[in-house]
């Protein structure tokens, strides 16, 4: 076994055991609460720049396989867990998480109290940090760490999203599905911020031709392409750093154009509506986050993954709270009123994960035909 360390930016420092690549890697510290998906937590865009503490003690158990990923490769900065398990047991599985990571070039380290730095997280807040293989002495470490960019005010969209627009379809292998009641294949021009291939799945599934672009699209080149509607993806980062797509969203509401975000696209259409967004102490990642929908009252367990919130108080009069966290009352979603435009912070798409939510894609399907 390889020694390892990891270092706060306030110099807290755990040392442990090297598994997956050797090296150095920096990001902002912060945790996951779920129990299982941790390939789908790897490979979500929206850890780009962050190193994971998953809070389950034994990570790996079931290997990793071709078919739970959400995008093309590892995202994660680093990785950090309790015991990372070697010897799997899955028939799907096709590898062992510790190879999958040494194979992805990503650092991780184990044998770490991750119950003692998840409450260190949750008292000071998500923070810069490191791990190390090369330099296993504290203060040199740390000071790599303060070198290192912090996350507010960081533009991370850029390095995720697609060079190139593309089919969805291309991608996933899901067709558009067969429209209930006959109604017509509706296409959807996305946003791609970091988004989800199970995005894409729920979109196709649901009778949409997606065709994805970069973030930096203009959206005047997507309105006259003639789309039934506009989807905003999640993604990492800082929302108020993406200013182009905060640009972009300005127009495709003020077209009167069918929108729905999740996620980064939520707070990118809060800021776009004129609202603002801030970061939070040390974020919700986790798939148990319950959730409350205002219109019926009803409680949503939800998947979370994000490090910033929008301010409730910021949105203006036309713009009204369509879901809030019951944890600690934050924005989880909002509607435009005079606009057919609305967003959730959480993941109705999760996988693995409750699927309470999936009836917003349902909402964006209906949104889409009164419009049409």
């Known amino acids: 076994m390889t020694d390892a360390l990891l270092v706060l930016e306030d110099g807290t420092a755990f040392r442990g055991r090297s598994f997956g690549a050797r090296g150095t890697t920096t990001g902002e510290a912060v945790f996951n609460t779920s129990l299982s998906g941790y390939q789908e937590v790897l490979t979500d865009p929206s850890y780009h720049g962050q190193i994971v503490t998953m ?3 034994h990570i790996g158990n079931y290997g990793v396989n071709p078919q739970d990923v959400e995008s093309s490769r590892v995202r994660v900065a680093g990785y950090i867990v309790r015991e990372a398990v070697h ?3 899955n ?3 096709t590898g062992s998480l510790p190879d999958y990571l040494r194979d992805a070039g990503i650092v991780g380290i184990d044998d770490v109290d991750t119950r003692k730095l998840t409450r260190h997280i949750r008292s000071l807040g998500a923070m810069r940090a490191a791990i190390s293989t090369e330099t296993l ?3 040199r470490l740390r000071e790599q760490v303060l070198r290192s960019p912090e996350m507010t005010g960081l533009n991370l969209v850029d390095p995720v999203t697609t060079p190139e627009p593309y089919r969805a379809s291309d991608l996933t292998g899901v067709e558009p599905a067969q429209r209930d009641k006959g109604g017509r294949t509706l296409r959807v021009a996305a946003y791609d911020y970091g988004i989800k291939l199970n995005i894409l799945r729920l979109l196709g599934e649901a009778g949409c031709e997606v065709t994805v672009f970069p973030a ?6 997507i309105l006259g392409e003639g789309f039934d509607g506009v989807f905003l993806s999640n993604g990492p980062g800082d929302p108020a750093a993406v200013r182009v797509a905060i640009e972009n969203t300005k127009q495709i509401v003020q077209s009167k154009t069918p929108l729905f975000g999740i996620c ?5 259409l809060a800021l ?3 609202g603002s967004t801030y970061k939070l102490k040390f974020g919700h990642r986790g798939i148990n986050q319950p959730v409350k929908r205002l219109a019926t ?4 367990i939800t998947s979370h993954n994000h490090g910033f919130a929008v301010d409730a108080d910021s949105l203006p009069t036309n713009v009204e709270v369509s879901h809030v966290n019951l944890n600690d009352g934050t924005c989880e979603g909002l509607r435009c009123q005079d606009a057919p435009a609305f967003s959730v912070q959480y993941h109705p798409e999760a996988a693995p994960g409750p699927h309470d939510a999936r009836y917003l894609f349902d909402e964006f399907i209906d949104l889409m035909e009164r419009n049409s």
């Open 55 to 57: 809070t389950y003690p």
């Open 87 to 89: 010897t799997y047991s």
């Open 91 to 93: 028939h799907r599985a």
């Open 137 to 139: 002495d504290p203060d």
């Open 216 to 221: 930096s699209h203009p959206a005047d080149e």
């Open 264 to 268: 980064l696209g939520h707070q990118i």
């Open 272 to 274: 776009a509506l004129g």
């Open 297 to 300: 009252g009803t409680v949503e």
